[in-house]
């Protein structure tokens, strides 16, 4: 974190300022009226997904449940109680009041404990998140923004009396509350679009979508034993393909006098059956699909950084883009955006992948997909998938990987940093259908999922614009303007 003013010259800029209308208004530090407690670092070992005490992380201050537990000793200081007014500090500064049971304070999570019968704890809530937003657009960073306990104390809050403070919540509470049902009805709209996009997926890949296509076009369909063997020769004709240019490599490298890395040789790895368990547990799939592993129907790779460390700056600076997981996350479908670049050496390390690779990441964020927009290179964090081009269209894998995206954050352990290896996207299980099916249902679902994200934008707006509202009415309330004086 870099702060370059203090709380109270960044709040005398004047984006919140305190005296304005209301002079007989004192101003107070934060720890003058509160104790800011600084969370634990609780062992990740202890981590559980199933027992323990839940373990609440900057990700879960403002739910009512949490991803972890904690099954390791604590001290029974960093418990929380239903109501407990949190601070993340790491990225936007939230305040938030814990709205589940009894739990764990994780580090870089803070809370705020009200200790001046001064200052009503209701108007401590209401006036935080503002002064915390004035010290995140003046804090700087590379990556995340970080804020400290003794930012939180030196913010320099107002202090009207207490007689006054409860006339401006009366105000407040009056003006915000039709405010807060608008916008608990879009967030739940939101939510319930989501549930819907997975519902569709779901169905996608159950055959249920593109029943009429198959009733037009029966005469297409294939049996279970016909894709299977369509699959095998498939395989077998990319290699034999494929071949030539690697002897044509090696006899290359052998004419230059051995020098550098010799070429990889080319291994065909078998088809892999699924077991006939393994099929009793699936559910039923329709005339014309077939259950195959992901590894049969594409090569998959993980991207490649070999240098240590990572970040040396001699690897940077070229022409080849170089891309991490926040990139992949951050796309729209395609990347068209990077912020890095290898040079030479840094692609002698790396590997350039070429554009419209679909990338799958499987540390950080599990299972997020993009194609590349350009040739680029990434990490050992991201997998690229090459579909084998007259088996499987590239977008239908990319939708099985968002249909089945929860199931495979599942595999990832429950560590610090979650992750996955190339194994659990080799040994995914998809259904497979004729090509022209295959296009049929990611047309039919790419229609859906562009209104849904249609209409997510125009949710996202509105509670953008209902959250310019609610700071328009806490800058007055907090200005003295609010209420006559």
Request: with cysteine.
């Given at each position: 974190m870099a702060l370059g003013l203090s709380p109270l010259e960044i709040v005398n800029k004047g984006k919140y300022p305190l005296l304005s209308k209301a002079e007989h208004w004192e101003r107070v530090n934060l720890s003058e009226i509160a104790d800011v407690q600084n969370g634990f670092a609780f062992k990740s070992k202890c981590f559980s997904d199933t027992r323990g005490i839940p373990l609440v992380r900057i990700r879960d201050i403002t739910k009512d449940s949490t991803e972890h537990n904690?099954?390791?000793?604590?001290?029974?200081?960093?418990?929380?109680?239903?109501?407990?007014?949190?601070?993340?500090?790491?990225?936007?500064?939230?305040?938030?009041?814990?709205?589940?049971?009894?739990?764990?304070?994780?580090?870089?999570?803070?809370?705020?404990?009200?200790?001046?019968?001064?200052?009503?704890?209701?108007?401590?809530?209401?006036?935080?998140?503002?002064?915390?937003?004035?010290?995140?657009?003046?804090?700087?960073?590379?990556?995340v923004k970080h804020l400290s306990s003794k930012t939180i104390e030196d913010l320099p809050l107002p202090l009207p009396p207490v007689f006054e403070q409860r006339r401006i919540l009366a105000k407040v509470e009056e003006l915000l509350s039709d405010l807060d049902k608008a916008s608990e009805s879009l967030t739940l709209a939101r939510k319930q679009l989501n549930v819907y996009r997975q519902a569709v997926l779901k169905q996608a890949f159950e055959g249920k979508l593109t029943?009429?296509?198959?009733?037009?076009?029966?005469?297409?369909?294939?049996?279970?034993?016909?894709?299977?063997?369509?699959?095998?020769?498939?395989?077998?004709?990319?290699?034999?393909?494929?071949?030539?240019?690697?002897?044509?490599?090696?006899?290359?490298?052998?004419?230059?006098?051995?020098?550098?890395?010799?070429?990889?040789?080319?291994?065909?790895?078998?088809?892999?059956?699924?077991?006939?368990?393994?099929?009793?547990?699936?559910?039923?799939?329709?005339?014309?699909?077939?259950?195959?592993?992901?590894?049969?129907?594409?090569?998959?790779?993980?991207?490649?950084?070999?240098?240590?460390?990572?970040?040396?700056?001699?690897?940077?600076?070229?022409?080849?883009?170089?891309?991490?997981?926040?990139?992949?996350?951050?796309?729209?479908?395609?990347?068209?955006?990077?912020?890095?670049?290898?040079?030479?050496?840094?692609?002698?390390?790396?590997?350039?992948?070429?554009?419209?690779?679909?990338?799958?990441t499987i540390a950080a964020n599990i299972a997020e997909t993009a194609f590349l927009g350009f040739d680029a290179c990434f990490p050992d964090s991201v997998v690229g998938f090459t579909a084998s081009p007259n088996l499987v269209l590239p977008e239908y894998v990319e939708l099985f990987i968002k249909a089945i995206r929860v199931r495979i954050e599942e595999y990832a352990p429950a560590?610090?940093?979650?992750?996955?290896?190339?194994?659990?996207?080799?040994?995914?299980?998809?259904?497979?259908?004729?090509?022209?099916?295959?296009?049929?249902?990611?047309?039919?679902?790419?229609?859906?999922?562009?209104?849904?994200?249609?209409?997510?934008?125009?949710?996202?707006?509105?509670l953008r614009q209902s959250e310019l509202l609610r700071q328009s009415i806490l800058k007055k309330a907090f200005s003295g303007e609010l209420v006559p004086q």
């Open positions: 904690y099954t390791g000793e604590f001290s029974k200081d960093y418990l929380l109680k239903n109501g407990d007014l949190l601070v993340g500090m790491d990225g936007d500064f939230l305040a938030s009041k814990w709205r589940g049971n009894k739990a764990l304070l994780n580090q870089r999570v803070c809370r705020i404990k009200p200790k001046s019968p001064f200052y009503d704890e209701r108007f401590l809530f209401l006036v935080l998140q503002p002064y915390l937003n004035a010290v995140n657009e003046e804090t700087s960073s590379v990556t029943a009429k296509w198959r009733e037009e076009n029966a005469d297409q369909l294939e049996s279970a034993d016909e894709i299977s063997e369509h699959i095998m020769q498939e395989r077998e004709a990319q290699y034999e393909e494929r071949l030539p240019y690697w002897e044509q490599a090696v006899q290359l490298w052998k004419s230059n006098g051995s020098k550098g890395r010799k070429p990889t040789r080319l291994k065909q790895k078998p088809f892999a059956e699924i077991s006939s368990e393994e099929l009793g547990v699936l559910p039923k799939q329709p005339k014309g699909h077939l259950y195959t592993y992901l590894s049969n129907i594409g090569d998959l790779g993980r991207g490649k950084s070999k240098h240590r460390p990572r970040n040396d700056p001699k690897l940077f600076g070229g022409q080849y883009p170089f891309l991490q997981t926040a990139e992949v996350k951050a796309a729209d479908r395609i990347i068209k955006e990077y912020n890095q670049t290898y040079n030479d050496v840094g692609l002698d390390q790396s590997f350039l992948w070429p554009k419209g690779t679909l990338c799958i560590t610090a940093q979650k992750n996955i290896n190339l194994t659990t996207l080799e040994n995914l299980v998809i259904p497979i259908c004729s090509l022209g099916e295959q296009t049929a249902l990611v047309d039919c679902v790419e229609r859906v999922l562009s209104n849904i994200t249609e209409n997510e934008k125009e949710i996202e707006r509105a």
